[in-house]
């Protein structure tokens, strides 16, 4: 064999060598392509998967904001109607010092008309009181010069309680400063009427009472030292 054909041979072998190794080589780096493309693709689906989520953070953040917008615009507006009814409430509370002040007045002056009422109504009785003692003076002394003519009626310095009347007008009559049917007789119905716990049927059990001894309320009849006289056309009997 000749030196050239040995070194062909060698030179053959070298390239057959480094054909298989670049052959490794090239299928190295296609599972290492492979390899990296499926890194990649999970890469690629993370980010997918990432983006997504960012993707439905992002629209929440979105309606978030929408949200928080809406809820400034409606502080604002209740801002403003706060605003308004502090207003109003200042309004109405001047309003309301004005009316106190007034009502503060028209109470004093209340009182005051009050204590004249009450003092004019004192200085009435008083009056009234005065004018029934002069009458009964005047009619007292009529009576015993004759002017008036009279007669004495025994029967009404009875007691009430000679009366046929239940215990309980007794009481009644007595509560009311009644003690002789004089006292009972000289009073008119609505003087009655007035008194208390005198009722319009206890009324009519006295009238019906008086009636049976030829007496009725309202007579004209005077009492001078604890004789009573009747001072009219009307007859009665002792």
């Not at 490794?24 to 290492?32: A, G, L, P």
């Not at 005047?138 to 029967?155: D, G, Q, T, V, Y």
Request: proline share 0%.
């Amino acid at each position: 064999m000749t030196a050239l054909t040995i070194l062909t041979s060698a030179v053959l072998i070298i390239l057959i060598f480094v054909q298989m190794h670049n052959s490794m080589r090239i299928e190295e780096r296609r599972q290492e392509l492979e390899e990296l493309m499926d890194k990649s693709n999970h890469v690629i689906s993370k980010f997918d998967s990432v983006f997504g989520e960012m993707t439905q953070e992002n629209e929440k953040y979105t309606s978030l904001i929408a949200r928080v917008h809406e809820l400034d615009n409606e502080n604002d507006k209740l801002f403003k109607e706060n605003q308004e009814l502090e207003t109003s409430n200042s309004s109405l509370k001047k309003q309301n010092d004005t009316l106190l002040k007034a009502n503060f007045q028209l109470h004093k002056e209340f009182e005051k008309t009050a204590n004249d009422v009450r003092q004019s109504k004192k200085n009435f009785d008083e009056l009234t009181f005065n004018l029934k003692s002069l009458k009964k003076a005047k009619e007292s002394l009529e009576i015993a010069l004759e002017i008036i003519p009279a007669k004495e009626n025994k029967r009404l310095s009875d007691s009430i309680s000679t009366l046929d009347l239940s215990r309980s007008i007794l009481n009644h009559l007595i509560n009311n400063e009644i003690y002789c049917i004089g006292d009972l007789v000289k009073k008119e119905d609505w003087e009655l009427r007035r008194m208390d716990k005198i009722t319009r049927k206890t009324i009519d059990s006295i009238q019906n009472e008086l009636e049976i001894e030829r007496l009725h309320l309202g007579m004209e009849v005077t009492c001078i030292d604890g004789h009573w006289y009747h001072h009219n056309n009307e007859t009665i009997e002792e």
